[in-house]
């Protein structure tokens, strides 16, 4: 398949990002957005306007979907004006909303009724790795089908791997939320041990972030908690989505987890406080306040 023209739903944090690495591959790309003012840079940069989810993915070859909980992903697929209301052969659909693998399931059996193709594609890296276009990439799907976008997956993506069938790249995402979450816990006490000792915490984070105890967070969301900077590279909110369906998931499983039920209280005690629309690194604040 030739793709010239690329429908992309859902243009937040890092939506808006991902959309202009493909403006700028040539793509013609149309997009959708609950709230068109926050797309107004991406028009002036090229982006096409379309008022519903249909709309958008009329003439495209390829659909991305990036929303915010699996409601939205159920209403943009399977609700009125949506994608599968007037999906064709030979279309692909590609949902990078971390979402349930259950329904990622859903909505490649319905791609394969109508002919159409699927593939769930959560990924990592926030507002960072989508800026940079080096966001990793979980797939899961048909593997010709994954293949066959994958030089799309390119432009914005550095880490790309197959996980196997549909529903298996968001097991993997619940993976890494998991190893986050409990991750972030360990990054905030290890700011606050530092600073409660009398250190420098930066020339600490200097020592550390490149040692044994180094990871993505540590690098990129420490020196923002030291700055006071919570403005969000990933929503709290989100976060919080994420691990109630990792939770959900290991519970089908039989699988107990404590350490994930400790993040997950912790960053529901800063719902509570109002703090669901910052940075997943504001639970810096549970210890700092």
């Known amino acids: 398949m030739v793709v010239k023209h690329i429908a992309f739903i859902g243009t937040g944090v890092m939506g ?41 993915v009329e003439a495209a070859e390829v659909i991305f979907t990036m929303a915010g909980y699996p409601a939205d992903v159920e209403s943009i697929y399977f609700g009125e004006n949506g994608i599968f209301e007037v999906g064709k052969p030979g279309q692909i659909v590609v949902d990078m909303t971390t979402s349930s693998p259950e329904l990622a399931k859903k909505i490649a059996n319905r791609a394969t009724e109508m002919q159409m193709s699927s593939i769930d594609a959560p990924v990592s890296g926030g507002d960072i790795g989508a800026q940079n276009g080096v966001l990793s990439i979980m797939c899961g799907g048909d593997k010709a089908v994954f293949e066959e976008i ?7 993506g550095k880490d790309i791997v197959y ?33 409660k000792a009398g250190l420098d915490p930066r020339t600490v984070l200097s020592s550390i972030a490149s040692g044994a105890a180094g990871s993505w967070s540590l690098s990129n ?49 800063l719902v509570a406080k109002g703090y669901g629309e910052k940075g997943t690194q504001v639970l810096y604040e549970n210890y700092s306040s």
């Open 163 to 195: 996980q196997g069938n549909a529903g298996a790249g968001q097991h993997t995402k619940m993976a890494n939320q998991i190893a986050i979450a409990t991750n972030m816990i360990g990054v905030c006490e290890a700011i606050i041990y530092a600073e």
């Open 16 to 56: 808006s990002s991902i959309v202009r690495h493909l403006l700028k591959a040539n793509y013609n790309v149309t997009i959708y957005s609950r709230t068109k003012s926050k797309a107004k840079s991406l028009l002036e940069e090229g982006a096409v306007w379309t008022d519903t989810p249909s709309q958008a």
């Open 221 to 269: 969301l420490a020196p923002r908690m030291l700055e006071g900077n919570f403005e969000p590279g990933f929503y709290v909110k989100h976060f919080l989505k994420d691990m109630d369906i990792a939770l959900a998931e290991a519970e089908l499983m039989e699988l107990e987890l404590p350490g994930l039920k400790l993040a997950r209280s912790m960053y529901n005690e």
């Open 150 to 156: 994958q030089p799309i997956l390119q432009v914005f």
